[in-house]
């Protein structure tokens, strides 16, 4: 890896850290803004930096720096949440998959790659959620609960901030070509490669 796709990987991973602060108490679950960096890195970083720049936040985590919703260290995989900083790995990958592949960065493009980061998160976190609380924590949940919060309550929000990424990478990325600080190919001078 280069030098500076190092440290775009540790800038998103930084910004998912601090989007673990920023949080709107929920049931269960707190809603936060960690899932709005990891969408961008995603965009921003391509598939396989933005599925790095996951895994070093979820890593130094695991380390025991409290950079978690609730903390840090490696007791955090028997947390019913931990699913979800999981499914954020993926949910880069899958975005950033999506937004390599795409002519030019247009809003429902960017959006739909978003949403489809969005299920696989949800994908990883509500079984993830139901599994350990049956079977860790000895609290029988039903999948109806389990999908109640830990998917239906978090909807909206995560739909909302699937707009933003997908809004402000439209906006950003024009202004980092310029810059040149992205990079693009192919012959259309829209295309995008991180």
């Known amino acids: 890896m280069k030098a500076r796709d190092i440290i775009l990987c540790a800038l ?5 850290a601090v989007g673990a602060f920023i949080k709107i108490p929920v049931p269960i679950v707190p809603f936060t803004l960690q899932f709005f960096f990891c969408a961008m890195a995603g965009i921003f ?6 599925a790095i720049s996951q895994a070093v936040y979820v890593a130094v985590g695991l380390v025991g720096i409290p950079v978690f919703t609730q903390g840090g260290g490696f ?27 795409m002519r ?7 959006f739909g790659a978003v949403l489809a980061g969005m299920l696989c ?8 959620l139901y599994a350990v609380y049956n079977l860790y924590l000895g ?22 901030l699937s707009a ?4 402000a990478a439209k906006k950003l990325i024009p202004a980092l070509r ?13 295309d995008f490669r991180p």
């Open 12 to 16: 998103f991973a930084a910004l998912t």
């Open 45 to 50: 970083l391509g598939s396989k930096l933005g």
């Open 75 to 101: 007791d955090y995989v028997l947390k019913p949440t931990f699913g979800y900083l999981l499914g954020f790995i993926l949910c880069a990958f899958v975005i950033g998959l999506l937004a390599e592949r």
């Open 104 to 110: 030019n960065m247009r809003f429902m493009p960017l």
């Open 121 to 128: 998160m949800f994908l990883l976190g509500v079984p993830y």
């Open 139 to 160: 609290e029988l949940k039903d999948a109806g609960w389990a999908l109640t919060y830990g998917l239906l309550v978090f909807l909206p929000g995560d739909i909302f």
């Open 164 to 167: 933003a990424a997908a809004f």
């Open 178 to 190: 310029r810059n040149d600080l992205v990079q693009y190919r192919g012959k259309d001078a829209q």
